[in-house]
C-alpha cells in the first residue's frame, strides 16, 4: 500500500502540495486527476522519491521512500517528460533498468518488443513520440516492480495502442497484483480502466473515492416542468451543483441518495424527468466548479 500523509512540498514561496492524504491500496488502478497546475506530477515524483515532501511522509509498505533504495526498487515512474540516454539504444536502457531492477523480465521484454516492431538497436532519438511512450511502457510492464507510477501514459499513443497499453495493465494485475497509478487528463481513458479516482485541485485533495461509488452519489437529471412549478424551492434541502436551462428542459446535477431525488422530482409531476449516469469528465467538473473553477467564468 502507498500511505500519503499530509504532504506538502514548496517551491520558493508556492505551495506545490497542500497537506495531501489518501490511501493507495494493492492490486488496483488509481487514477489521478485535476486542474492544470493542480500538483500531479509534483505528487508523483514525491512518490517514487524524486523529490522530498517538506511536511508529512510517504510510506510504500509502511517504509519511507525518499532516500530508501530498496524500497524505489518497488516502482517504476513513466514521467510525462521521459529520459533516455543520449544517442543510447533500448539495449543500453535495459542494462541499465537490469542494475536496478532485479525482477526485470528480459526475456518478456523482448517478446514485446518484437510484438511491438521495435527495434532494440535502433536509437531512441530517432523514435516517434509515440514510440519512446511504447517502450517506457514495456520497460515499465516488465520491471516486475509492485507500483507502476505513470504520468500522462496514453498521451500520443494512439486508439489501438492505448487499448494494448490498457491490456498490459489490466494483465499485469490478475497475474501479479501490479498497481498502477496513472495521472492524466485523459479522464475518458482513466474511466475504462480505474477502479478509484483522486481528485486534485491546487495543491490539495478534494477527494479519494472509488469510481463506481462515486457515481452513486451524484446524479445528472434532465426535466421539463410546468410553467408555474417552482422546482428550486421544492429542492431547497438538496444539493445542487450544477443547473442547465435550455428553453423548457433543465439538466440539474445533484449530490445525494437516487432515491431521495427520484421521490422529489416525481412529486413535483414532471410532464418530463430521467435520471442519466455521469461521466467522469462531468463528475471533475462538477467539483471543481464547487470549489471556484468554473470554465464559465475562466471565458467571460
Not at 536509437?123 to 509515440?130: A, L, V
Not at 511512450?133 to 507510477?149: A, D, E, I, P, R
Not at 487528463?185 to 483522486?198: T, V
Not at 472509488?210 to 408555474?228: A, N, R, S, W, Y
Request: proline letters at 3%; one cysteine or more.
Amino acid at each position: 500500500m502507498i500511505t500519503i500523509q499530509n504532504v506538502s512540498k514548496y517551491f520558493d514561496n508556492i505551495k506545490a502540495l497542500d497537506q495531501i492524504t489518501a490511501n493507495i491500496g494493492e492490486g488496483h488502478v488509481f487514477g489521478l486527476i485535476g486542474t492544470n497546475g493542480a500538483g500531479k506530477s509534483t505528487l508523483m515524483r514525491t512518490m517514487c522519491g524524486v523529490l522530498k515532501p517538506d511536511e508529512g511522509s510517504i510510506l510504500i509498505d509502511g517504509k519511507e521512500v525518499y532516500e530508501n533504495p530498496k524500497v524505489k526498487s518497488q516502482i517504476f515512474y513513466i514521467s510525462d517528460d521521459q529520459y533516455f540516454f543520449s544517442n543510447g539504444t533500448p539495449l543500453d536502457m535495459l542494462k541499465f533498468y537490469l542494475t536496478w531492477y532485479p525482477a526485470f523480465d528480459t526475456e518478456r521484454f523482448y517478446k514485446l518488443m518484437g510484438i511491438l516492431n521495435l527495434d532494440p538497436k535502433r536509437k531512441i532519438n530517432t523514435f516517434s513520440k509515440g514510440m519512446k511512450k511504447q517502450l517506457s511502457v514495456l520497460f515499465g510492464v516488465c520491471s516486475g516492480t509492485k507500483y507502476l507510477l505513470c504520468d500522462e501514459t496514453f498521451d500520443g499513443l494512439d486508439p489501438v495502442m492505448r487499448q494494448t497499453v490498457k491490456s498490459l495493465f489490466i494483465q499485469e494485475i490478475e497475474t501479479r497484483g501490479l498497481t498502477p497509478v496513472i495521472a492524466s487528463h485523459n479522464l475518458r481513458e482513466l474511466e475504462d480502466i480505474c477502479d478509484h479516482i483522486g481528485l486534485l485541485h491546487r495543491g490539495g485533495i478534494l477527494f479519494s473515492r472509488d469510481l463506481d461509488e462515486m457515481k452513486l452519489g451524484i446524479h445528472k437529471l434532465q426535466c421539463v416542468f410546468t410553467p408555474d412549478t417552482d422546482y428550486m424551492q421544492a429542492l431547497a434541502g438538496m444539493e445542487i451543483l450544477n443547473r442547465d436551462m435550455r428553453g423548457s428542459l433543465v439538466t440539474l446535477t445533484i449530490r445525494g441518495q437516487r432515491e431521495a431525488i427520484d421521490n422529489a422530482i416525481s412529486g413535483l409531476s414532471p410532464v418530463f424527468y430521467e435520471i442519466l449516469p455521469l461521466s467522469l469528465e462531468e463528475i471533475f467538473i462538477s467539483e471543481t466548479e464547487v470549489q471556484g473553477y468554473d470554465f464559465k467564468n475562466l471565458i467571460l
